[in-house]
């Protein structure tokens, strides 16, 4: 199993920011599409954010754009996801996933695209 572990998560106030990293051991990040995926009691599980580490491109759900930004820090072989102005509609369990795209590619948000997760960090936006 590929470990990747989730970070970063927590009880924070409407409006507030919150920051989560998915980090990889055992493993380089290259070539690969990083996703970020949130569920919520009830829901079905939802793409929020993905990044390419191949061309760096990266794409969001409508209700985040403007708000969430997904950034790569190749050193720490991390992934973020910087969320601000947080509403309680965010409120649920944030997981990472990764699959590889090779030398060309870009990522998209569809969590059956992805082939590994994390164990997911619980995010709750409550006054």
């Known amino acids: 199993q590929v470990p990747l572990v989730e970070s970063g998560g927590g009880l924070v106030q409407p409006g507030g920011s919150l920051r989560l990293s998915c980090t990889a051991s055992?493993?380089?990040?290259?070539?690969?599409?990083i996703g970020w995926f949130r569920q919520a009691p009830g829901k079905e599980r939802e793409g929020v954010a993905c990044?390419?580490?191949?061309?760096?491109?990266?794409g969001y759900v409508d209700s985040v754009k403007g708000r969430f930004t997904v950034s790569k820090d190749n050193a720490k072989n991390t992934v973020y996801l910087q969320m601000n102005s947080l509403k309680p509609e965010d409120t649920a369990v944030y997981s990472c996933?990764?699959?590889?795209?090779?030398?060309?590619?870009?990522?998209?948000?569809?969590?059956?695209?992805?082939?590994?997760w994390g164990q997911g960090t619980q995010v709750t936006v409550s006054s």
């Open positions: 996933a990764i699959v590889f795209i090779g030398l060309s590619g870009t990522c998209h948000l569809g969590p059956s695209n992805y082939g590994y």
């Open positions: 990044i390419s580490a191949t061309d760096g491109s990266t």
């Open positions: 055992g493993f380089t990040l290259d070539y690969h599409a």
